[in-house]
């Protein structure tokens, strides 16, 4: 018997709601056996990487505290979804090659596989005894600067005067310092105004290289005390430096620096096992080198 005209939209809503159904079902099987293929650490799995339901629980708990109200189960789907997402964009710059290809995502990465190294290896504290045994095998790391009380004669050498003329004047100084004359008259008659004055007091090595440069402040750590040195050049001009008196180098007690010597044998130790850690994989792998010419 044919369907009438009445009968048929009934007819088309029962099929439609028996095929609802049979979807319905398929899709609860369907999401039974891709729960099944879950591993029970996991909140998903994309192409057989698992997303740990411990990131999962760590992104909740990061977005639930910018919130006043509980998240509701539509928000924790989108962090679900957000996580997923996620993992598919990283696998498919994995299979792009931008893990190699790409320098900042290669920098990130060993970024990532350092500082994962040296945090297992920053676990282990080092023991009172060991940190004994590094400082006394290591005191010269924690050594003290020597400190220098001096003073100088500076001729100034600018754009209006004969380079020439300056050392000439400071040659002069050198000498009638090392002949005794008395060093503020000497200063008077032929130096120059510093921009800065030297302190009056000990100073360390970074100090005097502030006040007279690096060339200067070389040259005058290897000087003898009460002994006016040549005429130094510097780009103000030519110094004549005496080195009044020297503090020699100190070890402090390792009582008074504990701390900071225990800081530096951790970060030893964290570079070693990083040195270790490169060194294993390098016999693990099959690495060929062409050496540069030179």
């Known amino acids: 018997m044919r369907a009438t005209r009445a009968t048929r939209p009934r007819l088309l809503l029962g099929i439609g709601a028996t095929l609802g159904l049979f979807l319905a079902a398929f899709d609860l099987v369907g999401a039974r056996r891709d729960a099944a293929k879950v591993p029970d650490d996991a909140i998903a799995v994309v ?11 760590r992104s909740l708990s990061a977005l639930a505290a910018d919130r006043r109200t509980p998240l509701d ?7 679900l979804d957000r996580l997923v997402d996620e993992e598919l964009l990283v696998q498919k710059g994995l299979d792009l090659g931008l893990a190699r290809r790409d320098r900042r995502v290669r920098s990130d990465i060993v970024a990532s596989v350092v500082e994962s190294v040296v945090a ?4 282990s504290e080092p023991s009172d005894a060991e940190v ?26 600018s754009p209006g005067v004969d380079d020439d003329a300056a050392r000439t004047r400071a040659a002069a100084a050198a000498k009638r310092l090392r002949d005794g004359e008395d060093f503020e008259t000497v200063a008077r008659e032929l130096g ?3 921009i800065a004055a030297l302190p009056a007091g000990k100073i360390d090595p970074a100090t005097l ?23 130094i050049r510097s780009a103000a001009g030519y110094h004549v430096v005496e080195v009044l008196e020297r503090e020699p180098a100190t070890t402090p007690a390792l009582a008074e620096i504990v701390d900071q010597v225990r800081v530096e044998l951790r970060r030893q130790n964290q570079d070693e096992a990083l040195r270790a850690y490169v060194e294993g994989l390098r016999q693990e792998h099959d690495v060929r080198v062409r050496e540069p010419r030179s």
Do not use: K, N
């Open 47 to 57: 192409d057989g990487v698992p997303i740990l339901a411990a990131d999962y629980e």
């Open 73 to 79: 189960d539509e928000e924790r789907r989108r962090v």
């Open 120 to 123: 297992e290896a920053a676990t």
């Open 132 to 157: 004994e045994a590094f400082f006394a095998a290591h005191g010269e790391l924690f050594q003290r600067s020597g400190r220098v009380r001096v003073r100088q004669v500076l001729v100034r050498v």
């Open 192 to 194: 120059d105004a510093p």
């Open 209 to 231: 290289r502030e006040y007279l440069g690096p060339t200067v402040a070389t040259s005058v750590l290897e000087l003898p005390v009460a002994t006016p040195s040549d005429p």
